[in-house]
């Protein structure tokens, strides 16, 4: 796997990692919404990317990685159009797009705020509001309603102050990559594939590289702020993924998505848990760009075909 970055300065002035990874001449551009915590160089399987032409086009969001953190808030709508101004500097749209876990809500907002830049879209293991389907730790949602109409700047403290903890000591470490990326039992197979946990190691680390900032500010910003968009809003076609046995977002979570949203389809994967996007990366390529291009070799092609669930 081929993989680049690229510093970009915004509108406002900040500056924002850009990864490309996968075919490095691809002309099948997927732009893909990471998790939180996370960053965009990160690839769920190497081998299908590839075998589709696909090339990934990722931005690590405010914090995280080598971007600027925010100065204000880092919630949903400003990441989509973060993204957004990403593909209206490159003349890029429509394009597909993905989002995984956190990184779903984004890729969703993307689409309704700019349906001119999102061909097709597809969303693994992300949460519904916690409202419609309840999924925040009791606790947790009581602390953060507390903070609700409080300035930026004093959520921030308190936040950082909470999660500072939160930053793995050794990301290698297992039992970090199930407690920040939402793993459980039906993990293990993903966490098992050649790979995979060396990938989300990775991944975490570089989520981590300014310390808990990122995810701070993301969480303050999808709690205490509006998303900026209605599911009625996003009119691309939407394929729902969700593990059978995904213990943060369930099925149950697919559903709400489906149902709220004006054309959304729902395939629920047994035997698989949050991190599914690794075991049901090949469907998705395959349901946004279509199947591998004549172009990779048989070798890749079989490759992509037997990884196909």
Do not use: K, N
Not at 219 to 237: C, E, H, K, M, S
Request: charged share 25%.
């Amino acid at each position: 796997m081929s993989s680049t970055g690229e510093i970009i300065t915004l509108r406002d002035g900040r500056r924002a990692m850009v990864h490309r990874l996968g075919a490095e001449a691809g002309r099948r551009v997927v732009v893909f919404c990471h998790p939180a915590p996370g960053a965009g160089a990160f690839d769920p399987d190497p081998a299908a990317t590839r075998a589709a032409g696909v090339t990934l086009l990722a931005l690590d969001r405010p914090g995280y990685g080598r971007s600027d953190p925010a100065t204000g808030w880092a919630d949903v709508p400003s990441a989509a159009d973060d993204l957004a101004e990403l593909l209206d500097q490159r003349g890029l749209g429509p394009v597909p797009v993905v989002g995984w876990s956190a990184g779903g809500r984004v890729a969703l907002a993307l689409a309704a705020r700019r349906p001119e830049l999102v061909r097709r879209l597809a969303v693994l293991a992300t949460p519904a509001p916690d409202e419609e389907v309840p999924w925040v730790d009791p606790g947790q949602r009581e602390q953060l309603a507390a903070l609700r109409g409080q300035p930026v700047e004093q959520v921030r403290d308190r936040l950082d102050a909470e999660l500072a903890g939160l930053v793995p000591a050794d990301p290698q470490d297992p039992q970090a990559l199930r407690t920040l990326l939402g793993a459980g039992p039906a993990d293990e197979a993903a966490l098992a594939t050649p790979g995979a946990a060396r990938q989300f190691a990775d991944l975490l680390a570089t989520a981590f590289a300014q310390g808990a900032r990122g995810l701070v500010d993301e969480i303050a910003g999808y709690v205490l702020r509006p998303w900026g968009f209605t599911p009625d809003q996003v009119r691309a076609a939407t394929l729902l993924l969700y593990g059978a046995d995904d213990a943060l977002a369930g099925p149950e979570h697919g559903r709400w998505w489906r149902d709220a949203l004006p054309d959304a389809r729902l395939e629920v994967v047994p035997d698989a848990g949050h991190l599914l996007v690794v075991p049901s990366w090949a469907r998705v390529l395959d349901y946004l760009v279509g199947p591998p291009t004549r172009a990779t070799s048989a070798r890749e092609a079989v490759a992509y075909i037997l990884r196909a669930p």
